[in-house]
């Protein structure tokens, strides 16, 4: 039995065991280990999810092998860093490929910017960093220019500044830069459905953390768990429709104050890591349609009564009623009252700025339209506000700005933008962004980039009509851009309507053009189909400029260059087809090149000529790639025969029509071809003096 005095004596050896078990190193040690589990086990799980490839390859250039070399290439998935879960609305940036080394005569620029710099609603050479690209590539036809488009839809400035970070890496010359419209509803965008809690700090941590596939993770579940809230996503919604959160930003607001700031902060940004990294930039002044196209959603000021409000609605009635008889002077006159009431209201100011135009105060005019342009609220076109923070951050480190605005303005009625230049309320059409890249090509000779001034001195410079005919641009890119924004704007925010978007084609051309637009044919492809069309219609210059116009996107394949010779054959040009078909050969060896270029210099009488072409059809056809199928061989075969019979090589002609015989023994030109080879052999034998 224990005695009182045992108890206390084991109490205290406990007591010695619990003092060391909690002893100040094994504290530290349980602490360790207790706060190293979930960074063990978040480690693990970001192991996991690369291993797994979650959310993709999100770089934003990735290596692509085309035609067995190797290139850079932009990843067309790169947006999904930036839109979370599994959204239908990401866009997606030109596919592109450029040098994996650049050569010591390559000049590299990036152009980067928002849905203008893409060039929406047009695709491929269309853009104005295309249109820019013919024309330095014209000036120096000794070097290679490498104009490489990363323009994206609804991204602002801080996925700009985030590509700018990404591409330093990749031996630049030059970044373009077009910014400044999406900086409301662009992703991150402080009126966008995709903004980021927490301001502008916030976002900027979430930039540095995407490079983690846990952060995705995390954040793509939110996105989930958010969704059923959010507006539900349809394919009959528009990427506008999808991206808009808060629809009314008022002019001084807030959240227009905010994202003026953002705007200016972002661009300090880009500027310094572009000058940080030794890379000369360029920024490209905003357009917009100030004329032709009204405010979206007009606002009444705050201090505005129900009383005032009707007396302003009231005038602006009225000076419509003014406007459609014709009497514009009054009309002036009453928005001008209905200005002194509510000077907010971004209708009153275009209504004023219409009469104004159509009296002949063009000053006026575009004063007005500018302001009605500052005042709408629902913030698609960026404010004059947006432009001279632009302007003023390039001023202050010397940065060139193109004035594409200026620019805009000289070449439309009065100097006043509106559609002979634009598309809609914010993009340009074709002529516009010709003019773009025009100004953008001016404005790298003006200030000696790429090249040193000595050589800028010496350049030829064609005429703009030289320009666009080397773009090969045609009626396909016009009917694309056109069945684009007809479908666009049978949606919100230029009609309030649920119906779905609908396309009737009015011609076979425009059918051709919606298949593609509707994503139901590949571009190259409708391209091609463009020019069958042209064909049956006997018009052999329109179907070869698609040709060419896939050829100029492809310039390592040889089909589109074949398909040319096909054309300038049909049209009864031997010399442009025989260019061509050397041209495809050169550009990728094929059998198809030489086989028809054998047809032409036969019916030339270069016989000796064409025998060289199709003994190459074969030498190819032993090697990998495309080859003829056993209908062509025994054609390519019954060829050769003709071309040898020519020449008098009657033995190895006959060779090769059993050659193609056997192939096909259907081939009847060839057992035509050996009957009058054997007829003439018999007549040859029965001439007198011939034993």
């Not at 001084?252 to 310094?272: F, K, M, P, Q, T």
């Amino acid at each position: 039995m224990m005695s009182r005095h045992q108890a206390p004596k084991e109490n205290g050896t406990a007591g010695r065991r619990h003092g060391e078990s909690l002893s100040p190193t094994r504290r530290r040690v349980f602490w360790i280990i207790l706060l190293s589990i979930p960074l063990v086990m978040l480690f693990l799980l970001e192991a996991g999810l690369r291993l797994a490839g979650y959310g993709g390859n999100l770089d934003l250039v990735v290596r692509r092998t085309v035609a067995g070399k190797e290139y850079h290439s932009i990843n067309r998935g790169v947006a999904k860093r930036y839109f979370p879960g599994s959204s239908i609305f990401v866009p997606e940036p030109r596919d592109q490929t450029f040098q994996l080394h650049k050569g010591p005569r390559t000049r590299r620029i990036f152009c980067l910017g928002e849905s203008t710099m893409a060039g929406f609603p047009y695709d491929f050479h269309a853009t104005a960093p295309s249109f820019m690209a013919d024309r330095l590539q014209d000036m120096f036809p000794g070097d290679t220019i490498e104009v490489i488009n990363v323009g994206l839809s609804a991204v602002g400035s801080f996925v700009v500044l985030d590509f700018v970070r990404d591409l330093l890496a990749y031996e630049p010359d030059l970044f373009v830069v077009y910014l400044g419209h999406n900086e409301f509803y662009g992703v991150y965008g402080v009126g966008s459905s995709l903004t980021m809690p927490g301001g502008s700090w916030m976002t900027r941590l979430t930039l540095r953390l995407l490079q983690f596939r846990t952060f995705l993770l995390a954040r793509n579940l939110y996105a989930s768990i958010r969704g059923p809230e959010a507006m539900p996503q349809t394919q009959e919604m528009t990427l506008m429709e999808h991206v808009v959160g808060q629809t009314a930003i008022p002019f001084g607001s807030s959240a227009y104050n905010e994202a003026r700031d953002v705007y200016r902060e972002n661009l300090e940004r880009i500027l310094h890591a572009a000058s940080d990294g030794g890379v000369p930039i360029m920024f490209s002044a905003l357009v917009s349609n100030l004329r032709t196209h009204p405010p979206f959603q007009p606002v009444y000021s705050e201090s505005s009564s129900e009383v005032i409000r009707a007396r302003h609605a009231a005038l602006l009635r009225l000076a419509d009623s003014l406007m459609d008889a014709g009497n514009a002077s009054s009309a002036f006159e009453r928005c001008g009252t209905a200005i002194t009431l509510d000077s907010a209201h971004a209708g009153a100011w275009f209504r004023q700025a219409t009469a104004a135009y159509a009296l002949g105060w063009y000053d006026a005019a575009a004063r007005s339209f500018r302001r009605a342009k500052d005042l709408d609220a629902l913030r698609f076109r960026a404010t004059d506000d947006f432009q001279e923070i632009l302007a003023s951050a390039c001023t202050a480190l010397g940065i060139p700005l193109v004035r594409t605005d200026s620019v805009f303005a000289a070449a439309s009625p009065h100097g006043i933008i509106g559609a002979e230049l634009m598309t809609e309320h914010l993009h340009p059409n074709l002529r516009g962004y010709f003019l773009m890249g025009k100004a953008m090509a001016g404005a790298i000779q003006e200030n000696g980039l790429l090249f040193p001034l000595d050589r800028w001195r010496n350049i030829r410079v064609r005429t703009d009509a030289e320009y666009f005919e080397r773009s090969t641009v045609s009626a396909f890119d016009s009917l694309c851009g056109a069945i684009k924004v007809n479908l666009l704007m049978q949606h919100w925010p230029f009609r309030e309507t649920g119906a779905a978007a609908t396309y009737h084609p009015p011609t076979p051309e425009a059918a051709v053009a919606y298949a593609y637009v509707r994503n139901l044919r590949a571009w190259s492809l409708a391209r091609y189909d463009m020019a069958s069309l042209y064909e049956r219609q006997q018009r052999y210059a329109l179907a070869r400029r698609e040709c060419l116009a896939v050829a100029k996107a492809v310039p390592y394949s040889y089909e589109p260059l074949l398909r040319a010779a096909d054309y300038y054959r049909m049209e009864g040009n031997a010399a442009g087809a025989e260019e061509y078909y050397r041209l495809s050969y050169r550009t990728e060896h094929n059998p198809f090149a030489p086989m028809k270029l054998a047809i032409l210099l036969l019916e030339q009488g270069r016989n000796q000529e064409a025998i060289e072409e199709i003994r190459m059809v074969f030498e190819l056809e032993q090697r990998a790639g495309a080859r003829l199928d056993a209908s062509a061989t025994s054609t390519a075969r019954y060829l050769l025969a003709v071309a040898l019979a020519k020449t008098g090589q009657f033995d190895p002609a006959r060779e090769n029509i059993g050659l193609a015989l056997q192939i096909n023994p259907g081939n009847q030109e060839a057992r035509d071809l050996l009957n009058q080879i054997e007829q003439y052999q018999r007549r040859m034998q029965n001439r007198p003096g011939v034993r």
